[in-house]
């Protein structure tokens, strides 16, 4: 499997400028967190930090991801995004504020199985999101579909082969060419094999970051 930068990826299909600059996520993301605080006034930033990512540490995306999904996000200028596998909100967040920094009027479309998903978002990037829980992805995405599509696919939900084919088999159809697919636990051989296998006519890659799980990447040609 082919590893390319977030700059090759963001250079050779989302056509950024040269000046293009990278934002940090993180701090977008964080110092909305910090302003919901209570004790906000009192508690740097970057203990607040240390304190979600303590409560958050398991099963959320690696700091290199949080940024790679931000970028790409708003490097597409999507205004729909989906997501399987919402879990505390914390990918889902990064993606809302990546909307949020394009100014249109774009969402996060964000399914999870678990009915109480999605807690950890920022109150104020709620109305970038639509959250949509307590059944499998694979029963509530056709319905979402019906109004709309996305241009950005954050899989995050199953990790076994054929959960993330039944996933791929759902939304890759309505999918135009340019649109890309995201794959968190891409280091999961039964989650490339099912990229490849669905993915007939996508260039698929893992993007190169420090995340140990890897996140994954097929654009649609
Ligand atoms: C690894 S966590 C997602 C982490 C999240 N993307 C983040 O970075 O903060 C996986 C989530 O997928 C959800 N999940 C598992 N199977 C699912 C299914 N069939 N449909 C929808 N959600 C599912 C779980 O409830 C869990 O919250």
């Not at 970057?46 to 931000?70: C, E, F, M, W």
């Not at 993330?164 to 088999?169: A, C, N």
């Amino acid at each position: 499997m082919e590893v390319i930068s977030l700059h090759h990826l963001l250079k050779t299909h989302c056509h950024i400028p040269d000046d293009f600059t990278y934002l940090s996520a993180i701090d977008a993301v964080d110092v909305i967190r910090q302003r919901e605080y209570w004790l906000r006034q009192f508690i740097p930033l970057k203990v607040i930090r240390n304190i979600i990512r303590g409560l958050a540490r398991s099963n959320t995306v690696h700091p290199d991801t949080a940024q790679a999904l931000y970028n790409i996000c708003r490097a597409i200028k999507t205004d729909c995004v989906f997501e399987t596998g919402t879990y505390w909100g914390y990918s889902t967040a990064y993606l809302a504020a990546a909307l949020e920094d394009i100014g249109n009027s774009g969402k996060v479309y964000t399914f999870d199985l678990y009915s109480h998903a999605g807690k950890y978002i920022p109150k104020n990037l709620r109305s970038r999101v639509e959250l949509h829980r307590g059944q499998p992805s694979t029963e509530m995405m056709p319905k979402v579909l019906e109004k709309v599509v996305p241009d950005l696919f954050f899989q995050d939900s199953l990790h076994d082969y054929e959960g993330v084919k039944s996933e791929l088999e759902i939304v890759a159809p309505y999918l135009k060419p340019g649109a890309i697919i995201l794959f968190h636990d891409f280091v999961e051989p039964n989650v490339q094999r099912a990229a490849i296998d669905v993915l007939q006519n996508y260039a698929i890659y893992v993007i190169d970051t420090q995340d140990p799980q890897q996140l994954g990447c097929a654009v649609k040609i």
